[in-house]
C-alpha cells in the first residue's frame, strides 16, 4: 500500500468524519429528483433512497414503508428529522 502525504490523510479523515452529513445532504437532492421523475428514472431514485437511507442505519421497516409509498413528501419529512438530529 502506498504512503499518503499528511494532506491526503486529512482528507480521508475528513471525509469519514463527515460522511453522514454528505449522505443526508444527498438524501435532499434525490428528494428533489424524486418530485421530477417518472417511470423507470423514479423507480432507480427510490433504489438509491433506500442505499442512502440503509448507510444512515435508518430501520429497515421505516425504509421500506417509505419505498412502498412512493411519497417524496414524506421522504423530505424523514431528511428533515435526520437533519435536526
Known sequence: MAKRS?????????YY??????AVQRL???VTDLYLAEGKA???LW???????ES???PRKQIDHLVQSNDPELL????????DQ
Open 47 to 53: 433504489e438509491r433512497v433506500a442505499a442512502a437511507l
Open 56 to 58: 444512515l442505519e435508518v
Open 28 to 30: 435532499g437532492e434525490l
Open 42 to 44: 423514479r423507480e432507480r
Open 17 to 22: 468524519r463527515n460522511r453522514d452529513t454528505l
Open 76 to 83: 423530505a419529512r424523514q431528511v428533515q428529522q435526520l437533519l
Open 6 to 14: 499528511a494532506y491526503q490523510q486529512n482528507v480521508i479523515r475528513n
